[in-house]
């Protein structure tokens, strides 16, 4: 699908990720382009699914979640249904930012934020442990980001 993109698309997805508030008239004069087409590449590219949404990219530790923690799950049963439970309750958990069915000795890995260790602590025995669908749990702490991107590289 991104045989789609000419190079024109492709720098407009990229100010998109720098700066999503800018105007359709600043991308336009970023782009050298008139308004017209530059909203209607826009346009095109949230149709089809190019531009999945928009939102603000928030300061985790400065609205109170200091911890950041990378779960390893492996599920009691390799089957269908088992694995249907497990993702219909992990999205149901706030704490849990990414989840996403991995390979090797786990099935699952989960991104989950917490405001400290002890509510860690908490979202793992009374929300996550109790999963049914869960065998085993594995967690390793963040103690500091080195590389955090939300851009990719067009």
């Avoid at 045989?3 to 100010?15: A, E, G, T």
């Avoid at 996403?100 to 099935?107: F, I, W, Y």
Wanted: charged content about 25%; glycine content about 4%; proline content about 3%.
């Amino acid at each position: 699908m991104t045989q789609d993109l000419d190079p024109i698309d492709r720098r407009l997805l990229d100010l998109l990720q720098q700066q999503g508030r800018l105007s359709n008239v600043e991308l336009a004069e970023r782009l050298n382009l008139s308004a017209t087409p530059v909203a209607r590449r826009w346009k095109r590219l949230e149709e089809q699914g190019y531009i999945s949404g928009y939102s603000a990219l928030i300061d985790q530790k400065r609205v109170g979640f200091g911890v950041t923690a990378y779960v390893s799950v492996r599920l009691r049963a390799n089957e269908w249904q088992t694995a249907q439970a497990f993702e219909q309750a992990v999205k149901e958990l706030p704490n849990v930012m990414d989840c996403s069915v991995v390979t090797g000795a786990s099935d699952y890995m989960l991104r989950v934020v917490a405001r400290d260790l002890e509510d860690y602590e908490r979202f793992l025995k009374h929300e996550l442990a109790v999963i049914d669908a869960i065998n085993t749990i594995d967690s390793t702490i963040v103690l500091n980001r080195i590389v955090n991107r939300n851009q990719l590289p067009l």
